[in-house]
Each structure stands twice: as structure tokens, then as C-alpha cells.
């Protein structure tokens, strides 16, 4: 089993930037890839970034293309998510994701943290 939890989320401005972690233990090292989720108010979960946790081949949502980072620790089982530019749209509950195989859905998930936007 894989325990993960998040942090990082609260109010920012329009424009600003925000940090969300995502502390994984357990078996980490049966892991195959780390992800980012998040659900708006009213709409259905999307899948904002992903990571593999040994090659660190990195995905973006085009949502968040270009002014967002994904990134990992492997020595602290860590996966973060940098969001710049941040937009009222990105209001939503942040999901940390994980999964053991290349493809398929995600078995482990965090608790989430609401990140919310303001105009």
C-alpha cells in the first residue's frame, strides 16, 4: 500500500503562483508514476500533470501547459506541483495520484487540498 498526502493548497490572487506537495510512503518503491488531479466546482475530475517516479518523463494538461511544473524527490518520496499565473479557473480540489503500472487508472490517492483563485 501507498499512503500520500498533500499540502500546499489556500487562497492566492490571480496571477500569483502556488506550490502543492504530495508526501508519499509506504512502498514507494513498487511505484511507477505520480500525478496531479483536480476537480472544479461543478465539473469532472481532470488529470492536470504526471510524473514517472524513475525516468521522470513529465505530462501537462494543456490547461496548465507552460506555466506549470511537475517535479519529484525521490530521496524524500516527494512529487510536487508548481502552478504560475494562476487563473480563477484553477479553483478546484487538488488530487496527488499514484500507480504502480504504466497505464491504467490510479489506486492511490490523497485526501486533497482545495486551492481557490481570487479575481
Known amino acids: 500500500q501507498v499512503q500520500l498526502v498533500e499540502s500546499g493548497g489556500g487562497l492566492v490572487q490571480a496571477g500569483g503562483s502556488l506550490r502543492l506537495s504530495c508526501a508519499a510512503s509506504g512502498r514507494t518503491a513498487s511505484m511507477y508514476g505520480m500525478a496531479w488531479f483536480r476537480r472544479a466546482p461543478g465539473k469532472e475530475r481532470e488529470v492536470v500533470a504526471t510524473?514517472?517516479?524513475?525516468?521522470?518523463?513529465?505530462y501537462y494538461a494543456d490547461s496548465v501547459k507552460g506555466r506549470s511544473t511537475i517535479s519529484k524527490d525521490s530521496a524524500k518520496n516527494t512529487v510536487s506541483l508548481q502552478i504560475n499565473s494562476l487563473k480563477p479557473e484553477d479553483t478546484a480540489v487538488y488530487y496527488c495520484?499514484?500507480?504502480?503500472?504504466?497505464?491504467?487508472?490510479?489506486?492511490?490517492w490523497g485526501q486533497g487540498t482545495q486551492v481557490t483563485v481570487s479575481s
Open positions: 510524473i514517472t517516479w524513475r525516468g521522470g518523463s513529465t
Open positions: 495520484a499514484g500507480r504502480v503500472v504504466p497505464s491504467g487508472t490510479y489506486p492511490y
